[in-house]
């Protein structure tokens, strides 16, 4: 599967809580595998206002679709150029 880099825009991030972040990511690689998408989570940073997700993913869900169901906020996902 591709590799990914998925961005999300999120203020505030930098103060969430290890047990909020780790909810979160569950959450949303729970949301792409209910579209139909294989997804296998790498690792994360969090900046102040942006968490950023790196994992292995088929891409057959579209970033827009996918980026209006995970938690109301916005994420943009981006192949990886390795």
Do not use: H
């Not at 790498?42 to 209006?68: A, H, L, P």
Request: aromatic share 8%; hydrophobic share 30%; net charge positive.
């Amino acid at each position: 599967m591709p590799k990914f880099v998925i961005e999300r825009d999120m203020a505030g991030a930098g103060k969430l809580s290890a047990q909020d972040l780790k909810g979160m990511a569950q959450k949303s690689c729970g949301v792409l595998r209910e579209m139909g998408s294989q997804i296998q989570w790498v690792e994360s940073y969090v900046t102040d206002d942006k968490i950023y997700r790196v994992c292995f993913w088929d891409g057959s869900v579209g970033n827009e679709s996918s980026s209006k169901t995970c938690n109301g906020s916005w994420a943009r996902g981006r192949e990886t150029r390795e």
